[in-house]
């Protein structure tokens, strides 16, 4: 069993278009996020949700909103997508404080 | 923030070399992981090690807390350790911060 899965796990699009990521986590854990990993290789923090609630916001646009229906789930929809969104999103989920557990990762393109 | 600083940025091994990676952080921390992301781009969870020493196998890491730095020790390396090696800390925050990385590469 996958502790951590996010769907889709590729994703090519063209610019102005909206898509969604979903993850889903089986560990039981009560916090889950979602990391963007830039072309550098660079992994930072986006969003962070404790039992469904929001605590951490980066400084994201407002094109990205995560929703989180229970807290074993935590899907991202993103709106009109750019060039610059292109990067590899992580869901990840962990008790608090404790270890993180990562997804396999979604690759976005935006063309 | 917190800033993390690892080092060295890249590392050329021969197979069966031993290495230390460094990662040094600028405030007090109530966690600290590593990890290794393989060259599919998986991230894999090495420690969680917010002080003290442990070790699995071929790797060990050891965190002094007070002096704001971890090390990551790779023994006798193989191919397969290759890929980058991501240190991660968090400071009441609730969500890791991450260095640069390490990109290690082990040559045959």
């Known amino acids: 069993d996958t502790a951590v899965s996010q769907t889709p796990k590729y994703l090519v699009t063209q610019m102005g278009n909206d898509k969604s990521i979903k993850c889903e986590q089986n560990l039981g854990h009560d916090t889950m996020y979602w990391y963007k990993q830039d072309s550098k290789k660079f992994l930072k923090i986006m969003f962070s949700?404790?039992?469904?609630?929001?605590?951490i916001n980066e400084t994201v646009p407002n094109r990205f909103s995560p929703k989180s229906p229970d807290k074993a789930h935590l899907n991202l929809h993103i709106n009109s997508l750019e060039l610059g969104d292109s990067a590899v999103y992580f869901c990840?989920?962990?008790?608090?404080?404790?270890?993180?557990?990562f997804g396999e990762g979604s690759r976005l393109t935006v063309l | 923030g917190i800033q993390v600083e690892q080092s060295p940025p890249d590392l050329i091994l021969q197979e069966g070399a031993n290495s230390t990676l460094r990662c040094n952080f600028s405030d007090s921390v109530n966690n600290l992981q590593w990890f290794h992301q393989n060259p599919w781009g998986q991230l894999i969870n090495l420690f969680y090690?917010?002080?003290g020493t442990k070790q699995n196998g071929r790797l060990s890491a050891t965190t002094v807390a007070t002096e704001r730095y971890s090390l990551l020790y790779i023994s006798s390396s193989q191919t397969t350790d290759s890929g980058v090696y991501f240190c991660a800390v968090e400071s009441g925050r609730r969500a890791l911060t991450f260095g640069s990385g390490t990109r290690l590469q082990v040559q045959p």
């Open positions: 990840a989920s962990s008790t608090s404080p404790g270890e993180l557990f």
């Open positions: 949700y404790n039992n469904k609630e929001l605590i």
């Open positions: 090690i917010p002080s």
